[in-house]
């Protein structure tokens, strides 16, 4: 089955950057979309970004210029580089995988913003 294993959360001060990584197994990574949600307390999980088997990819307003996703389809990664952190950014961020079967998560890591 469909395995991702993120890591690269943590604590950092604002204006500071982190680079989260998704790790999958289980699937064709690279015929599969890859994304990365977010979910702050008390509100709905979002989408932050994506990236398509293409290199397409797209983000959130609220990251735009801030946050880059990339893919390595030789070691079945996904990466989201986070520069310029805000307070407001801080989350549990969630990996996630689309192929043919459908939507898989990976467990969450929390990304925390604050002085």
């Known amino acids: 089955q469909v395995q991702l294993v993120e890591s690269g959360g943590g604590l950092v001060q604002p204006g500071g950057s982190l680079r989260l990584s998704c790790a999958a197994s289980?699937?064709?990574?690279?015929?599969?979309?890859m994304g990365w949600y977010r979910q702050a307390p008390g509100r709905q999980r979002e989408l932050v970004a994506r990236?398509?088997?293409?290199?397409?990819?797209n983000y959130a307003d609220s990251v735009k210029g801030r946050f880059t996703i990339s893919r390595d389809n030789a070691k079945n990664t996904v990466y989201l580089e986070m520069n310029s952190l805000k307070p407001e950014d801080t989350a549990i961020y969630y990996c996630?995988?689309?192929?043919?079967?459908?939507?898989?998560w990976g467990q969450g890591t929390q990304v925390t913003v604050s002085s």
């Open positions: 990236i398509f088997s293409d290199g397409d990819t």
């Open positions: 289980g699937t064709i990574f690279s015929m599969s979309a």
């Open positions: 996630n995988l689309i192929n043919k079967v459908g939507g898989h």
